[in-house]
């Protein structure tokens, strides 16, 4: 497939129909003003071939066994995140409350109507020690004329109960 270009020929480009650049007659001269003649022969043995330098860190082990662990986890997708330490153990963190959650309410469906009551009751004992613990909790904090009146209170009534008993 060809793909359509403004032009029809580039005129220093070779032709996909000639393989060959056919570069127009007047152009030739202004060609040989712009570029140099090369001062080397191409067919020299004494000149120097470039070599390809060798690059220390891709032929260091570690850096092969990085490379290669990286391009394994890239493949499964499982590229390394560059986030903060702090930030991926929140989004741990919220992963599993979700998977929590999900497996919560997998269970509520899958309860028969004897364990939901079971646990509606269980619901409500919990929250009965609740209110026992905060009252506990406050009598323990109160002041301490507020106990001694109590205690008076409580033997009194002791001892008209022992009364109106004998």
Avoid: W
Wanted: a negative charge; charged letters at 40%.
């Amino acid at each position: 497939m060809e793909t359509m270009l403004p032009f029809r020929v580039f005129p220093l480009l070779p032709d996909k129909s000639t393989e060959r650049a056919e570069i127009p007659e007047d152009l030739i001269p202004s060609l040989r003003s712009i570029m140099a003649e090369p001062d080397y022969i191409d067919d020299c043995d004494e000149l120097i071939k470039p070599k390809k330098l060798i690059n220390p860190v891709k032929t260091s082990r570690n850096h092969q066994d990085l490379h290669r662990e990286l391009m394994m986890n890239q493949k499964r997708g499982l590229a390394p995140q560059n986030k903060p330490e702090l930030q991926k153990v929140m989004e741990k963190r919220k992963r599993d409350l979700v998977v929590k959650q999900q497996k919560e309410e997998e269970a509520l469906k899958k309860m028969s109507d004897l364990e939901l009551e079971l646990m509606k009751r269980q619901q409500k004992l919990e929250q009965l020690e609740l209110e026992q613990q905060k009252a506990n909790e406050e009598q323990e904090n109160a002041p301490e004329f507020v106990k001694m009146k109590g205690n008076l209170r409580r033997t009194k009534q002791e001892i008209e109960g022992h009364e109106q008993a004998t």
